[in-house]
């Protein structure tokens, strides 16, 4: 089976802009997850939805977003850049809610 | 809130020097665990899980890590390193009550000198 895909890999926005990344799972997974990973935050969860449900939310502001679709494929969408959404965003889908989650490569977001 | 720590922020070693790293997490309910590894230049990739059963679970590369719940602790072992095994490694739990959201630890950068 072919893995997480994310797109784009690399993507570089202005203050002020908005930004839309895309994450496919892996064929029959229907969980998907988003993380930021910064050098100095960690990893930190952004929102899981399954079966085009939000199903959690961490503690981001509103101006990230996200949607599924009903083929399992999630956006994530962040409005009004600022410098500090600079970093990597990964994707991870799960077969289950409950099972292993598998990552993609990321999108690193460089806002200038 | 669930929350993880991991003791060791950078650690250096030698090849064929032995490896545990520490992870201790808070969280009241059951739990699931993880270590994952992330080489340089490439994504997050799991090294092992444990949901239930034997404390002791094997991952791949000869990593290993043990369940202790009374000490809320789920550290990872190697016996001898490798050069390659340099890298980032994150400890990361899940719980029932909050499928599909992972909390990482703040991760250990491995360094291993040849």
């Known amino acids: 089976k072919a893995g997480v895909t994310q797109t784009p890999r690399y993507l570089i926005k202005t203050r002020g802009q908005q930004v839309t990344l895309s994450c496919s799972p892996i064929?029959?997974?229907?969980?998907v997850s988003w993380y930021q990973q910064t050098p100095g935050q960690g990893l930190q969860f952004l929102f899981e939805?399954?079966?085009?449900?939000?199903?959690n939310k961490g503690n981001f502001p509103g101006r990230f977003s996200g949607r599924q679709f009903s083929n399992s494929r999630s956006e994530m969408n962040v409005s009004t850049l600022e410098l500090g959404d600079s970093a990597l965003y990964l994707c991870?889908?799960?077969?289950?809610?409950?099972?292993?989650?598998?990552f993609g490569p990321g999108t690193r977001l460089l806002v200038l | 809130a669930q929350s993880v720590s991991q003791h060791n922020h950078h650690v250096i070693l030698s090849e064929a020097a032995s490896l545990e790293l520490g992870c201790n997490y808070s969280?009241?309910?059951?739990?699931?665990l993880f270590w994952y590894v992330q080489y340089p230049g490439q994504h997050l990739q799991l090294l092992l899980k444990?949901?239930?059963?034997?404390?002791l679970v094997k991952g791949i590369k000869g990593f290993e890590a043990e369940f202790i719940k009374s000490k809320f602790s789920f550290n990872l072992r190697k016996p001898s390193v490798q050069w390659s095994d340099t890298a980032e490694y994150f400890c990361?739990?899940?719980?029932?009550?909050?499928?599909?959201?992972?909390?990482f630890g703040d991760g250990t950068t491995l360094t291993v000198k040849p």
């Open positions: 991870a889908s799960s077969a289950l809610q409950q099972e292993t989650q598998y």
């Open positions: 064929s029959g997974h229907r969980s």
């Open positions: 939805y399954f079966s085009e449900t939000q199903r």
């Open positions: 969280y009241g309910g059951t739990v699931n």
């Open positions: 444990y949901f239930s059963g034997d404390p």
């Open positions: 990361a739990v899940t719980s029932n009550t909050n499928a599909g959201k992972s909390t």
